[in-house]
């Protein structure tokens, strides 16, 4: 498709925007961006992308529509209960852009097939609900040199970062492995407000038209951090792992590694208010944290919120460094403990898991984050603390 098949000039506003233009219009005409997940951030990519014209979507999902999707997936209607998602979402994106090309996949992406899969494809948005889908997709793009827009959210937090081989850091540079099975919870248990995916996804659509077109600052080398409660937007430079297994100078992953499947609904957890104890290599709860405290362990506590959070609610004896400010406080002000045990607290355990990430790929050995942040502090171990 070209702009002499638009007769009633659908995209003039955009085509007016010096950047995108007709040369742009015309990338958009004749890009394929594949979908994966056709879920809470799927849908409003997948409906942003054909409103701006992008000429060809392949979306890939082997889920049908059920009633508790609809809140956070507005591609679908209660009419489509039961019915395959990536039939219904074809539909109504047919009626979006009569023009739009629409490549359905109604089966799972896997290490087996995302080679074959996403090879037809400019771009990947992945949107997908689960770990092993993730490497799938991450490792599949890196070996096939593929764009790969990825999104997460849980509860009122998401991250959106683009990941593009050769020039920054993989999804495996910040999480080499997953997380054990059963590590993470569903959506059902942790929760999410409809409205956060339709945000993230907008942005991982915005992501991929920027990078089709060829126009303004890319998110590669870096995370965005989005706290819809707080309506705040972070941001944490992301550097390339010269010893990442797929990326790195060495690899030794040469196809999409496999992994037990480890549901998380809608890629959104990374904590949970569930009352489990347990301490783990990476991860502690409140509850334990507090026990050790009384015990007289010597402990570092390392506060990642930002400081009209810390000035709501915090833990005694902390130290505060803001995420965003982490890279470049963490050798004046972090170094001298290196050999002490760091844990790494925020309001929910999203930002204390990317700093605790980020502090162990400096070399610190003894880091762990506070599983479910202050909220789990306080709903656990101190209902004193104002919640937020």
């Known amino acids: ?84 998602k990536v039939a219904a979402a074809a539909i109504r994106l047919r009626e979006l852009s009569s023009r739009l090309n629409v ?12 080679i074959e899969l996403l090879a037809p494809y400019d771009i990947v948005i992945d949107g997908s609900d689960n770990f092993a889908t993730r490497y799938a997709v991450n490792d599949a793009c890196v070996l096939l040199g593929k764009p790969n827009v990825h999104g997460s959210v849980l509860r009122f937090e998401g991250r959106v970062s683009l990941f593009v081989p050769g020039r920054g850091p993989c999804y495996r540079c910040l999480y080499p492995e997953p997380p054990p099975s059963g590590f993470v919870p569903t959506c059902a248990e942790a929760g999410i407000l ?27 080398g870096r995370l965005l951090i989005f706290d819809l409660l707080a309506m705040q937007v972070q941001e944490i430079k992301l550097a390339r792992n010269t010893a990442c297994a797929l990326c790195g100078e060495n690899p030794t992953i040469t196809e999409p590694m496999s992994y037990p ?20 290599h990476d991860r502690i709860t409140p509850r334990i944290v507090r026990r050790r405290l009384d015990a007289g362990d010597h402990l570092i506590i390392l506060d990642v919120r930002e400081p009209i959070e810390y000035k709501i609610s915090r833990l ?5 460094i803001p995420l965003g400010e982490l890279t470049t406080r963490w050798e004046v002000e972090l170094a001298p403990c290196r050999d002490e045990e ?17 502090l162990r790929g400096q070399g610190f050995e003894r880091v762990k984050n506070i599983d479910g942040g202050i909220e789990r502090w306080a709903v656990e171990v101190d209902p004193t603390i104002p919640r937020y």
């Open 1 to 84: 498709m070209t702009l002499s098949d638009d007769p009633v000039g659908r995209w003039s506003r955009q085509v007016r925007l010096p950047q995108i233009g007709v040369e742009g219009q015309e990338k958009l005409a004749v890009a394929r961006v594949a979908i994966v997940g056709v879920g809470g951030l799927g849908c409003p990519a997948a409906t942003y992308l054909a409103a701006a014209g992008v000429g060809t979507l392949g979306l890939i999902d082997s889920d049908a529509v059920d009633l508790t999707n609809i809140h956070r997936q507005p591609l679908f209607t209660e009419a489509d209960e039961g019915r395959k």
């Open 103 to 114: 490549e359905t996949h109604a089966l799972r992406l896997t290490a087996a097939n995302a």
């Open 194 to 220: 409809g409205v956060l995916p339709g945000v993230i996804g907008s942005i991982q659509a915005t992501e991929a038209i920027k990078w089709i077109c060829g126009i303004g600052d890319s998110l590669v």
């Open 261 to 280: 499947d480890t549901c998380e609904d809608e890629g959104e957890g990374e904590d949970a208010l569930n009352g489990e104890d347990y301490d783990r």
């Open 316 to 320: 005694p004896d902390t130290i505060l």
């Open 342 to 358: 760091i844990l790494v607290l925020c309001h929910y355990g999203i930002r204390s898991g990317i700093a605790a990430d980020f």
